[in-house]
């Protein structure tokens, strides 16, 4: 049996490195929660989304003109 190459065996242990963070990963998402309800990582005040979207109406109206934005329906206040 012919010896592995050293180009090989770096690859290996990277790939094996890499599968090991998925599978940490993957098993504190899974178990590390108590509570799903309270994970507001990425929740927005309205104040934030109320902002955010006169800037992405101002954009929009300097990009294309005297043009309407596209209607959002549901995204009213």
Do not use: C, W
Request: cysteine-free.
């Amino acid at each position: 049996m012919a010896a592995l190459s050293e180009t090989l065996i770096v690859l290996i242990v990277i790939i094996a490195a890499a599968a090991s963070v998925v599978i940490g990963f993957a098993t504190q998402r899974l178990f590390g929660k108590a509570d799903p309800a309270a994970d507001n990582f990425n929740q927005k005040k309205p104040e934030q989304m109320a902002y955010m979207r006169e800037v992405r109406e101002r954009n929009m109206m300097e990009a294309f003109g005297d043009r309407r934005p596209p209607y959002r329906q549901g995204h009213e206040i």
